[in-house]
DNA sequence: TTGACATATTCCTATATAGGAATACATTGG
DNA sequence: CCAATGTATTCCTATATAGGAATATGTCAA
């Protein structure tokens, strides 16, 4: 029973191969009806349609009426959490520090932390 | 029929928000056993031994059996896709240009583009 | 109105997978 | 070998959702 329930979440919606695509195509910043789109990446159009919706459910696009057409444009701001997310990470590949160095100096410290940790507290229960 | 078939990317693996406390934990860059982690986060064992297994295959973990133990530890190069994915929009919030002008902008050429865009030749198909 | 066009929605089927419970498997100490 | 410990796997049920097809909805032009 997957109580995830994470739909709407951003990383969820970008987990998509093909919305991504879709992303890629408005990753200009203009805006899309979304026949242009269609003709743009190799999917139906209802797919497409439903794609946008859930982009903009995860507040990925943002979307306008503009006579029969419905403009799509991305609203780059829903993707900063997934940017700040993984943007921790980013000093493991940009200091290229030596790897082996990282690894003895973690080391040391995990075996100082478990002098104190080890068996006698079981962290906070 | 969902023939998405995008298990083991790694766009998935973190869509899982359990995925990412996981991550958290090993966010240090030490290494954990998997009854560390299960103390760490509420989680019970079976599940973070499946939700290791999928950060596994997605390789954002790596793994190595030490004695009973399974010490797994933060691969976070397997993270760089997404890094390097979500870094083309990091503009659109870092520069903070007025985003009057630059709506004005994306118009203009917008404009432009439909000239010789319109109707005429539709994509390649 | 009516018809053409643009887009969304609904119905269907199939896949992926989360979590719980129970259990299997592996390794080590004795 | 055996018991204990650490971890993975399997079985189950329920949810989320992709895509295709058909259709509904909305909007403009004449």
Not at 67 to 81: E, S
């Amino acid at each position: 029973m997957a109580r995830t329930a994470h739909p709407d979440d951003v990383f969820s919606a970008i987990a998509e191969p093909r919305r991504r695509e879709v992303i890629a195509v408005l990753a200009n910043g203009r805006e899309y009806a979304v026949n242009d789109i269609v003709l743009s990446v190799k999917m139906a159009q209802p797919s497409v349609s439903k794609h946008l919706g859930a982009l903009h459910r995860a507040g990925v696009v943002t979307m306008v009426r503009r006579g029969r057409h419905r403009m799509y444009r991305l609203n780059a701001a829903g993707l900063k959490p997934v940017h700040d997310w993984v943007k921790v990470f980013e000093r493991y590949w940009t200091h290229q520090i030596d790897e082996i160095k990282q690894r003895a100096e973690r080391k040391a410290l995990e075996r100082m932390i478990r002098l104190n940790d080890s068996s006698t507290e079981k962290k906070e229960e």
